[in-house]
């Protein structure tokens, strides 16, 4: 994971990790069998890392933003993982006890299974997609640099782009502009509209 973390998920391989531990690649098949079985491996790890407790002695609404911010620390932390969570056929225990935990969380504040469903899949696209975004910003921690929109502000040069201006003079171009104002707004949306689906279907 450290390999994958300092050098992208492409980088790893069965033989490069044989080198960083000082033997030979075929010694690592003794103990796992494939990169394949690697790979669940590490995100079966990913996932123990995002577990949480559940929401006892919290309503549900903090506990989904507890989770979900534990979720964005760690995909930060391997950001290869945002791509590979989803897309393992064989789940570990750590994969099956996080996603069993989610569902119960909801199920016991008094979601519906179905509610509970959509629930998990809107956090998940959020969270994910609020990452891949945030890790691909070419700016530090949220924060824009005026310099760093120079580039951005010169192709708009010609006029053509009105909104694009206007969004950049109104909203980026603030003092007090970051782009993590957009995570809360964010969950606030999400929060607002699963609280209206779930007193409906009271």
Do not use: C
Request: charged content about 20%; aromatic content about 10%.
């Amino acid at each position: 994971m450290a390999q994958a973390d300092s050098n992208g998920i492409h980088a790893l391989s069965m033989r490069k990790l044989a080198g960083t531990l000082g033997v030979e690649a075929m010694s690592l098949y003794h103990h796992i069998s494939s990169r394949e079985v690697l790979l669940d491996l590490m995100v079966d790890r990913v996932f123990e890392e995002m577990t949480v407790g559940g929401p006892e002695g919290q309503n549900w609404k903090s506990w989904l933003v507890a989770l979900s911010s534990r979720m964005r620390t760690v995909l930060i932390r391997h950001p290869w993982a945002v791509g590979l969570l989803d897309s393992r056929r064989n789940p570990g225990p750590g994969t099956l006890s996080y996603q069993n935990a989610r569902l119960g969380g909801l199920r016991n504040a008094g979601f519906s299974m179905d509610l509970a469903a959509h629930a998990i899949a809107l956090q998940d696209s959020f969270v994910y997609g609020y990452v891949v975004q945030e890790l691909a910003l070419p700016f530090e921690d949220g924060e824009v640099d005026l310099e760093e929109l120079q580039g951005f502000q010169n192709a708009m040069q010609s006029g053509e782009y009105p909104y694009l201006q206007e969004m950049v003079d109104q909203v980026v171009s603030r003092k007090d502009y970051s782009f993590h104002r957009e995570w809360d707004y964010g969950m606030k949306m999400l929060l607002a509209g699963l609280e209206s689906q779930f007193e409906q279907s009271k």
